[in-house]
């Protein structure tokens, strides 16, 4: 074939799909893997993003009308506990502060105790649920590289498998074979920088969303004190 029908039939830029079409099947899977988890943390980001921003905003209006008030229990409605974790903590101070002014006589240090306990149990509570699914994020940002680069190891060793086996070092036979494999590591890249971006970037807001809980409960167990030193 002459030279210049050879350069019209070379492609012309990378084509993915034809990349992952023709690599060797532990490739393949190693690069369906991978796309995989990116979509998937790519899920989780969203869907993190969205729930993060309606719970603080919840909490900022729950937490603003639970001091406007005098009644707390008017505040603590059946859908408040499920969706506000503010609620949730308010509401393990207040039942622990009913139950110990239930009883003939009162143990204050004891009762403040409870309550300090039964809030800081409560926080840790919502900060782990909310922080769940933060761990994929770590383990895919920590594993896809190397992951990736499995495929790209194993992507090598077929290329020099070819060289062997068509006995021939010409770029013709290797570049097809190498080019698919580093397509691997970039996937796997394209999948753990963004979990790892994510990992970063929500752990520090799970953290800040857990001190605004803490700075709440310690609020409200100062209230629940006075009220405990009246009683």
Known sequence: MPFDL??????????????????????????????????????????????????????????ADFW??????????????????????????????????????????????????????QVALEADELADRLGFLATTGSIAPFVGLFGTVWGIMNSFFQIGSQESSSLAVVAPGISEALFATAIGLFAAIPAVIGYNRFSGRVNRYEARLQRFADKVHAGLSRDLDRA
């Open 68 to 121: 406007e008030t005098t009644d707390r229990d008017a505040v603590l409605t059946k859908q408040q506990r499920r969706e506000v974790p503010a609620a949730r903590v308010a509401a393990a101070g207040l039942d622990e502060w009913k139950r110990s002014k239930a009883g003939p006589s009162i143990d204050r240090a004891a009762a403040r105790d409870r309550i300090n306990a039964a809030m800081e149990s």
């Open 6 to 63: 050879l350069a019209a039939a070379a492609p012309t830029r990378l084509d993915p799909v034809e990349l992952f079409l023709d690599a060797d099947i532990v490739v393949q899977a190693v690069m369906a893997g991978l796309i995989l988890a990116s979509i998937w943390v790519w899920t989780i980001i969203v869907a993190f993003t969205l729930r993060i921003g309606g719970l603080e905003r919840r909490s900022r209006h729950y937490e």
